[in-house]
């Protein structure tokens, strides 16, 4: 269960449910008792009233959450940064999105037809930025809620002719409870009534501050629609990168994380996955959540075949026996028995508990104070 009434939150806060509204007040959010909180919100919460809450997922013995990150620091290159974008309806992810995909069709890998594959890559400054193209809001929590921790940066973005509104705070939200560094992309600048300045002002209640008012976030202003601002953008994503160096070991089985995936009429089960440790390669035996498989065929984001993928590359791969579902961690084994025998057991867990509701985990199993 992925969420928790402002009530139940309460009790595991050991707070006053008006205690708790108000608070959720502050944060921006209109409560009342009986509402749903995602678990971000829960944790930021807690972090308001500092409580520590642990969120606890059910693992098994073979869980890939329990393999051991033991990487020596020269085995570690450094690797893109994986970015999403999240904002108010209307703001213009989508369009800042699909902007950012063409400035680059003309650049590195001319010809390449964009896929959808969930996720892409653009190269500047001879850097490459990984975009996810999928989570919306409730497939972020989803994935977030599961485990699965797919992004290094939030890109929010806010349109200067309407200011900061309730998916705005949402978001500042999520990014937030994910400990994840924030651009504000202010957006839309060429509308007659845009004030980017009023989206400054605004957002310093969340703690977002310009640095030359004294803070440390960075804003960018652009247009998506008439493409201005955008370079700016991407230099800045590339700074945050820089300042958090973020690192992976090319050179062992990859691990990722299934970031869509669809049964196909002609090529059966298709998943579109984000490696994040190692290198996946053609031929791989691979569990992704319940599911077995051995890659047959793998796709870049440019509708390109390729033979392997390293750290922080969105990928398409067909082989596999069943559709995983987003947020299901992925692995590659070399023992394709292993792997075989890893995703048998983990659908036998699931099919007992679909069949016997109350093994479903209670929220105690969910949410364990420390
Ligand atoms: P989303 O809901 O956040 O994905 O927003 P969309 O990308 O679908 O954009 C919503 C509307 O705003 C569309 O009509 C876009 O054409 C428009 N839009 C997006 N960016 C800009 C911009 O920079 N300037 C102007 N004038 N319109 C924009
Ligand atoms: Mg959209």
């Known amino acids: 269960r992925g969420s928790m009434t402002v009530g139940e939150t309460a009790k595991l806060l050991h707070k006053d449910a008006s205690e708790v509204i108000k608070k959720l007040i502050t944060m921006g959010v209109m409560a009342t008792i009986n509402q749903e909180l995602d678990i971000d919100t829960i944790l930021l919460l807690a972090g308001e009233f500092g409580v520590e809450v642990e969120v606890k997922i059910p693992v098994d013995e073979d869980s890939f959450e329990t393999v ?18 999240m904002g108010h309806v209307d703001h213009g992810k989508t369009t800042l999105l699909d902007a950012i995909r063409s400035t680059n069709v003309t650049g590195g890998e001319a010809g390449g037809i964009t896929q959808h594959i969930g996720a892409y890559q653009v190269e500047i400054n001879h850097k490459k930025i990984t975009f996810l193209d999928t989570p919306g809001h409730e497939a972020f929590t989803a994935m977030r809620a599961r485990g699965a921790q797919v992004t290094d940066m939030t890109i929010i973005v806010v349109a200067a002719d309407d200011g900061v509104m309730p998916q705005t705070v949402e978001a ?51 247009s998506a629609k008439q493409r201005t601002g955008l370079e700016d953008l991407l230099e800045m994503i590339l700074l945050v990168a820089e300042v958090n160096e973020y690192k992976a070991n090319p050179d062992k089985r990859a691990r990722g994380t299934v970031i869509e995936a669809e049964l196909d009429k002609n090529r059966g089960p298709v998943a579109r996955i984000l490696v994040q440790h190692g290198t996946l390669r053609v031929g791989d035996a691979f569990v992704a959540g319940n599911c077995f498989g051995r890659v047959r065929a793998m796709v870049n984001d440019k509708g390109r075949k390729i033979k392997e993928a390293g750290p922080s590359t969105p990928v398409e791969i067909t082989g596999l026996t069943e559709v995983p579902q987003a947020g299901d961690p992925f692995m590659a084994f070399e023992d394709e028995r292993k792997a075989r025998a890893i995703a048998d057991r983990r659908s036998t867990t699931q099919r007992q508990s679909e069949l016997n509701i109350n093994t479903r985990v209670t929220l105690d199993d969910l949410f364990k104070h420390i």
Do not use: C
């Not at 020596?72 to 893109?80: A, F, G, K």
């Not at 994910?178 to 509308?191: F, S």
């Not at 002002?201 to 501050?209: A, R």
């Open 172 to 222: 500042i939200s999520h990014a937030k409870a994910a400990g994840l560094p924030i651009i504000v992309a202010v957006n839309k600048i060429d509308k007659p009534g845009a004030d980017p300045d009023k989206v400054k002002q605004e957002l310093t209640k969340y703690e977002l501050v310009p640095e030359e008012w004294g803070g440390d976030t960075i804003f960018v202003n652009l």
């Open 68 to 85: 051991e990150e033991n990487d020596m620091d020269e085995e570690l290159i450094t690797r893109p940064p994986v970015v999403t974008i």
